[in-house]
T-cell receptor
Protein backbone atom coordinates (compact mmCIF):
# COMPACT_ATOMS: atom_id res chain seq x y z
CA UNK A 1 0.00 0.00 0.00
CA UNK A 2 1.20 3.50 -0.78
CA UNK A 3 1.63 5.96 1.99
CA UNK A 4 3.80 8.26 4.06
CA UNK A 5 6.11 6.92 6.74
CA UNK A 6 7.35 9.13 9.53
CA UNK A 7 9.90 7.95 12.01
CA UNK A 8 10.33 7.74 14.85
CA UNK A 9 6.87 8.03 16.41
CA UNK A 10 8.29 9.53 19.62
CA UNK A 11 11.55 11.45 19.95
CA UNK A 12 13.21 12.90 23.02
CA UNK A 13 16.08 15.36 22.95
CA UNK A 14 17.97 17.63 25.28
CA UNK A 15 17.77 21.36 24.76
CA UNK A 16 20.53 22.64 22.48
CA UNK A 17 20.70 19.53 20.30
CA UNK A 18 19.67 19.40 16.67
CA UNK A 19 17.32 16.58 15.72
CA UNK A 20 16.19 15.24 12.33
CA UNK A 21 12.73 13.84 11.65
CA UNK A 22 12.33 11.40 8.80
CA UNK A 23 9.58 11.45 6.17
CA UNK A 24 9.37 9.00 3.26
CA UNK A 25 6.56 8.61 0.72
CA UNK A 26 5.90 6.02 -1.97
CA UNK A 27 2.90 7.77 -3.52
CA UNK A 28 5.01 9.30 -6.32
CA UNK A 29 3.83 12.75 -5.24
CA UNK A 30 5.84 15.76 -6.34
CA UNK A 31 4.94 18.05 -3.44
CA UNK A 32 5.81 17.44 0.20
CA UNK A 33 5.15 19.48 3.34
CA UNK A 34 5.98 19.75 7.00
CA UNK A 35 3.36 20.98 9.46
CA UNK A 36 3.60 21.58 13.17
CA UNK A 37 0.60 20.87 15.42
CA UNK A 38 0.16 22.44 18.83
CA UNK A 39 -2.90 22.02 21.06
CA UNK A 40 -5.66 24.48 20.17
CA UNK A 41 -3.70 26.01 17.27
CA UNK A 42 -4.44 23.79 14.34
CA UNK A 43 -1.62 23.06 11.90
CA UNK A 44 1.00 25.54 10.81
CA UNK A 45 3.17 25.14 7.71
CA UNK A 46 6.93 24.96 8.30
CA UNK A 47 8.39 24.18 4.87
CA UNK A 48 7.20 22.76 1.57
CA UNK A 49 8.81 21.42 -1.57
CA UNK A 50 7.40 21.07 -5.05
CA UNK A 51 10.38 19.47 -6.73
CA UNK A 52 13.66 17.78 -5.89
CA UNK A 53 16.41 20.14 -4.73
CA UNK A 54 13.97 23.00 -4.19
CA UNK A 55 11.92 24.05 -1.17
CA UNK A 56 10.21 27.14 0.26
CA UNK A 57 9.62 28.51 3.71
CA UNK A 58 6.18 28.28 5.18
CA UNK A 59 4.68 30.42 7.90
CA UNK A 60 6.95 29.33 10.76
CA UNK A 61 10.28 28.29 9.19
CA UNK A 62 12.58 29.94 11.75
CA UNK A 63 14.67 27.38 13.61
CA UNK A 64 14.00 24.60 11.08
CA UNK A 65 15.77 23.32 7.98
CA UNK A 66 14.89 20.78 5.28
CA UNK A 67 16.40 19.03 2.29
CA UNK A 68 14.86 17.35 -0.78
CA UNK A 69 17.58 15.24 -2.38
CA UNK A 70 15.15 12.55 -3.51
CA UNK A 71 11.52 12.74 -4.59
CA UNK A 72 10.55 10.23 -1.92
CA UNK A 73 12.24 11.87 1.05
CA UNK A 74 11.83 15.20 2.86
CA UNK A 75 13.63 15.20 6.23
CA UNK A 76 13.12 18.03 8.71
CA UNK A 77 15.85 19.20 11.09
CA UNK A 78 14.79 20.99 14.24
CA UNK A 79 17.75 23.12 15.20
CA UNK A 80 18.77 24.49 18.58
CA UNK A 81 17.58 27.90 17.32
CA UNK A 82 13.94 26.80 17.49
CA UNK A 83 12.69 28.31 20.73
CA UNK A 84 9.74 26.00 21.38
CA UNK A 85 10.48 22.74 19.59
CA UNK A 86 8.25 20.45 21.63
CA UNK A 87 5.30 19.64 19.35
CA UNK A 88 3.68 17.07 17.09
CA UNK A 89 5.17 17.19 13.59
CA UNK A 90 3.24 16.04 10.54
CA UNK A 91 4.61 15.34 7.09
CA UNK A 92 2.30 15.38 4.08
CA UNK A 93 2.40 15.03 0.32
CA UNK A 94 0.19 15.80 -2.64
CA UNK A 95 0.28 15.45 -6.41
CA UNK A 96 0.86 18.49 -8.58
CA UNK A 97 -1.85 18.71 -11.20
CA UNK A 98 -1.36 21.67 -13.56
CA UNK A 99 -4.23 24.08 -13.10
CA UNK A 100 -5.93 22.03 -10.41
CA UNK A 101 -3.44 21.51 -7.60
CA UNK A 102 -5.30 23.60 -5.09
CA UNK A 103 -8.10 21.03 -5.15
CA UNK A 104 -5.74 18.15 -4.37
CA UNK A 105 -6.03 16.91 -0.80
CA UNK A 106 -2.99 16.25 1.31
CA UNK A 107 -1.93 12.76 2.39
CA UNK A 108 -0.51 12.77 5.90
CA UNK A 109 1.88 10.54 7.79
CA UNK A 110 1.12 9.49 11.37
CA UNK A 111 3.37 12.12 12.85
CA UNK A 112 6.38 12.36 15.16
CA UNK A 113 5.94 13.67 18.68
CA UNK A 114 9.10 15.55 19.67
CA UNK A 115 9.79 16.39 23.30
CA UNK A 116 12.73 18.63 24.16
CA UNK A 117 13.74 19.02 27.79
CA UNK B 1 -4.80 36.74 4.42
CA UNK B 2 -6.71 33.49 4.60
CA UNK B 3 -8.18 32.29 7.88
CA UNK B 4 -10.46 29.54 9.15
CA UNK B 5 -12.50 29.69 12.35
CA UNK B 6 -14.06 26.60 13.89
CA UNK B 7 -16.49 26.34 16.75
CA UNK B 8 -14.89 25.95 20.14
CA UNK B 9 -14.67 22.45 21.51
CA UNK B 10 -14.69 19.99 22.95
CA UNK B 11 -18.03 18.64 21.78
CA UNK B 12 -19.50 15.73 23.72
CA UNK B 13 -22.47 13.78 22.36
CA UNK B 14 -24.34 10.58 23.01
CA UNK B 15 -24.38 7.90 20.34
CA UNK B 16 -26.99 8.53 17.60
CA UNK B 17 -27.13 12.27 18.34
CA UNK B 18 -27.01 14.89 15.56
CA UNK B 19 -23.65 16.58 15.03
CA UNK B 20 -22.86 20.06 13.75
CA UNK B 21 -19.38 21.58 13.81
CA UNK B 22 -19.36 25.14 12.54
CA UNK B 23 -16.66 26.45 10.22
CA UNK B 24 -16.37 29.91 8.68
CA UNK B 25 -13.59 31.25 6.54
CA UNK B 26 -11.98 34.35 5.12
CA UNK B 27 -10.17 34.03 1.81
CA UNK B 28 -9.28 35.86 -1.33
CA UNK B 29 -10.72 34.50 -4.53
CA UNK B 30 -12.59 31.21 -4.61
CA UNK B 31 -11.07 28.71 -2.21
CA UNK B 32 -11.54 24.98 -2.06
CA UNK B 33 -12.76 23.76 1.31
CA UNK B 34 -11.89 20.58 3.18
CA UNK B 35 -12.71 18.68 6.34
CA UNK B 36 -9.98 16.47 7.77
CA UNK B 37 -10.29 14.03 10.68
CA UNK B 38 -7.53 13.01 13.09
CA UNK B 39 -7.91 9.87 15.20
CA UNK B 40 -5.84 9.58 18.39
CA UNK B 41 -2.12 9.23 17.73
CA UNK B 42 -2.48 9.46 13.96
CA UNK B 43 -2.08 11.95 11.16
CA UNK B 44 -4.95 13.67 9.39
CA UNK B 45 -7.20 11.99 6.85
CA UNK B 46 -9.34 13.74 4.28
CA UNK B 47 -13.01 13.38 5.23
CA UNK B 48 -14.65 15.40 2.47
CA UNK B 49 -14.13 18.41 0.23
CA UNK B 50 -16.00 20.95 -1.91
CA UNK B 51 -14.43 23.02 -4.64
CA UNK B 52 -17.09 25.58 -5.59
CA UNK B 53 -20.09 27.39 -4.19
CA UNK B 54 -23.13 25.22 -3.35
CA UNK B 55 -21.13 22.01 -3.73
CA UNK B 56 -21.90 19.41 -1.07
CA UNK B 57 -19.12 17.14 0.05
CA UNK B 58 -20.09 13.86 1.70
CA UNK B 59 -18.40 10.77 3.11
CA UNK B 60 -19.14 8.16 5.79
CA UNK B 61 -22.45 9.88 6.66
CA UNK B 62 -20.81 13.29 7.10
CA UNK B 63 -21.85 16.21 4.92
CA UNK B 64 -20.81 19.84 4.41
CA UNK B 65 -22.09 22.42 1.95
CA UNK B 66 -19.95 25.23 0.56
CA UNK B 67 -21.91 28.42 1.31
CA UNK B 68 -20.27 31.39 -0.36
CA UNK B 69 -22.87 33.90 0.83
CA UNK B 70 -22.17 33.09 4.47
CA UNK B 71 -18.53 31.99 3.92
CA UNK B 72 -19.26 28.78 5.80
CA UNK B 73 -18.64 25.04 5.49
CA UNK B 74 -20.36 23.47 8.49
CA UNK B 75 -19.89 19.74 9.09
CA UNK B 76 -22.97 17.66 9.91
CA UNK B 77 -23.84 14.05 10.64
CA UNK B 78 -27.28 12.78 11.41
CA UNK B 79 -26.34 10.02 13.85
CA UNK B 80 -22.88 9.85 15.37
CA UNK B 81 -21.15 6.70 16.56
CA UNK B 82 -18.52 6.13 19.23
CA UNK B 83 -16.04 5.47 16.42
CA UNK B 84 -16.51 9.08 15.22
CA UNK B 85 -14.65 10.34 18.29
CA UNK B 86 -11.71 12.31 16.87
CA UNK B 87 -10.45 15.81 16.16
CA UNK B 88 -12.01 17.51 13.13
CA UNK B 89 -10.23 20.21 11.14
CA UNK B 90 -11.72 22.59 8.62
CA UNK B 91 -9.26 23.87 6.01
CA UNK B 92 -9.10 25.91 2.86
CA UNK B 93 -6.83 26.11 -0.15
CA UNK B 94 -6.72 29.01 -2.53
CA UNK B 95 -4.58 30.22 -5.36
CA UNK B 96 -1.86 32.70 -4.52
CA UNK B 97 -0.88 35.69 -6.62
CA UNK B 98 1.23 33.45 -8.82
CA UNK B 99 -1.74 31.22 -9.56
CA UNK B 100 -0.54 28.26 -7.52
CA UNK B 101 -1.10 26.93 -4.04
CA UNK B 102 0.18 23.34 -4.01
CA UNK B 103 -1.44 22.20 -0.84
CA UNK B 104 -0.69 25.26 1.23
CA UNK B 105 -3.74 24.70 3.34
CA UNK B 106 -4.94 27.08 6.03
CA UNK B 107 -6.37 25.09 8.94
CA UNK B 108 -8.81 25.90 11.69
CA UNK B 109 -7.79 25.13 15.26
CA UNK B 110 -9.60 21.80 15.34
CA UNK B 111 -12.65 20.60 17.26
CA UNK B 112 -12.44 17.62 19.59
CA UNK B 113 -15.50 15.34 19.35
CA UNK B 114 -16.21 12.71 21.98
CA UNK B 115 -19.15 10.34 21.51
CA UNK B 116 -20.37 8.30 24.47
CA UNK B 117 -22.28 5.00 24.18
Amino acid sequence: DGGITQSPKYLFRKEGQNVTLSCEQNLNHDAMYWYRQDPGQGLRLIYYSQIVNDFQKGDIAEGYSVSREKKESFPLTVTSAQKNPTAFYLCASSPIIPGDSYNSPLHFGNGTRLTVT
Amino acid sequence: GNSVTQMEGPVTLSEEAFLTINCTYTATGYPSLFWYVQYPGEGLQLLLKATKADDKGSNKGFEATYRKETTSFHLEKGSVQVSDSAVYFCALSSLNAGGTSYGKLTFGQGTILTVHP
